[in-house]
């Protein structure tokens, strides 16, 4: 495992202290320490860590709902404690964008496959939603092309591989983007239609 920048947040010093020494030994960097979830997502914010390994039960915010805030804004992967393992528990755990899930006491053996698990999660979850986007804009190209094309069709009485060859001509002579040129010529219809 790589050297991780790991933020600790428990309202309980001793704990966050024996965090520490375990991550430390293991050489990675323990870049801040919080003793509430307001103060954690703060100091994620702030600090943009590899991991935040948060306790439920904190003052101020409770550590679902500062996981919820940092799974939100994507800024890292989760990994939250708990001295309890009640099912609605983890059930608002499973809903807050937590990653990884464990029950006090910790134990180094529990503890880094608990963070390989989140790290991998975290990374899965940026991959799809970069695939998602990716889509998304394929598909909103494809619409934008289409009525440009259907445009262009109908006006010059093309057909579609021609109104195509014509969007990528113009593309290619006044050096846009096929999607700007598909923009202009709906902009462009739409401004003359009666």
């Known amino acids: 495992m790589d050297k991780l920048k790991i933020i600790i947040a428990d309202n309980e010093s001793i704990i966050r202290m024996d965090l520490k020494e375990i991550l430390e030994e293991a050489g990675h960097e323990v870049v801040g320490e919080a003793v509430n979830g307001k103060k954690a997502v703060d100091l994620t914010r702030k600090c943009q860590p590899d991991l935040v390994i948060m306790d439920i039960k904190?003052?101020?915010?409770?550590g679902i709902t500062a996981a919820k805030i940092?799974?939100?804004e994507k800024i890292a992967p989760?990994?939250?404690l708990t001295a309890f393992s009640q099912s609605d528990i983890v059930e608002k755990a499973k809903h807050s964008g937590v990653l990884a899930y464990l029950v006090k006491p910790v134990r180094e053996d529990n503890l880094f496959p608990?963070?390989?698990i989140a790290l991998t999660r975290f990374k899965e979850i940026q991959t799809l939603e970069l695939e998602l986007s990716d889509v998304k804009n394929s598909l909103e190209m494809r619409k934008i092309l289409d009525r440009a094309k259907g445009i262009l069709m109908d006006a010059y009485n093309l057909n579609?591989?021609?109104a195509y060859r014509r969007i990528q001509q113009y593309s290619m002579a006044k050096r846009r983007t096929i999607k700007d040129v598909a923009e202009a010529i709906i902009r462009s219809a739409l401004k003359n239609k009666p």
């Open 58 to 62: 904190m003052p101020e915010m409770d």
């Open 70 to 72: 940092i799974g939100d």
């Open 78 to 80: 989760v990994l939250l």
């Open 160 to 162: 579609e591989s021609e």
């Open 114 to 116: 608990a963070i390989e």
